[in-house]
Every structure is written in structure tokens, then in C-alpha cells.
């Protein structure tokens, strides 16, 4: 029966991550090791997605605690914020990873 537990709460944790945010947030989470503070336009042109749906996905994600806005830069006339990923988040992917690897 605890078996049944520990693989129902690894189920919980994968399904949480395995979602379009959370892929999202691996994308900002690797650019801010190069030193890169992504924008919108970023994920849209990563994941070939429409920038209000990539809207959508960061305000989940900075509800969420998971992201934070730094700064703004001008593009094309326009001014679009750039993200970093929270203590938090870190935390958490952290976690996922740890499951991640006990499975395989």
C-alpha cells in the first residue's frame, strides 16, 4: 500500500510538470544559465506558439510564483519584459529531477 502512494504522488509531480508552462519554464531556466533574460517573443519563437498563449503561460507561471520580470527592453517599438526563474522553481525542478531519475 505505501508502494501505491510514493508512485501515485510521482504521478502527481509528473503530471504538474509535464504541461506547456513547465516546459516554458525549463526554456527560461536554461537561458538564464547563459546569462539571457528571455521575453515573450523568446518562447514564441522557441516553440512556434502565439504570443498570446505564450502571455498566458507566463502570468500562470509568474501566479505561480515560478518566474519573476526583471527588466523591459525595447523591441520593434514595443516594450516586453524579461524573466528569471525564482528560488522556488528552482527548488522544485530540483525535485522533479530527483523522481525523474529514481524512475530511470
Given amino acids: 500500500r505505501a508502494k501505491s502512494m510514493y508512485d501515485l504522488n510521482i504521478s502527481k509531480v509528473l503530471n504538474k510538470f509535464l504541461q506547456n508552462k513547465h516546459i516554458l519554464l525549463l526554456f527560461i531556466c536554461h537561458k538564464n544559465q547563459q546569462g539571457y533574460f528571455p521575453t515573450v517573443i523568446d518562447a514564441g519563437e522557441e516553440f512556434e506558439i502565439e504570443h498570446a498563449y505564450g502571455y498566458k503561460l507566463l502570468e500562470e507561471l509568474e501566479s505561480g510564483k515560478s518566474i ?37
Avoid: P, V, W
Avoid at 522556488?88 to 530527483?98: C, G, N, V
Fill in 68 to 104: 519573476a520580470k526583471c527588466s523591459k527592453i525595447l523591441y520593434n517599438g514595443e516594450y516586453y519584459n524579461t524573466y528569471k526563474i525564482t528560488e522556488t522553481a528552482k527548488f522544485e525542478l530540483r525535485e522533479i529531477s530527483r523522481i525523474i531519475n529514481e524512475i530511470l
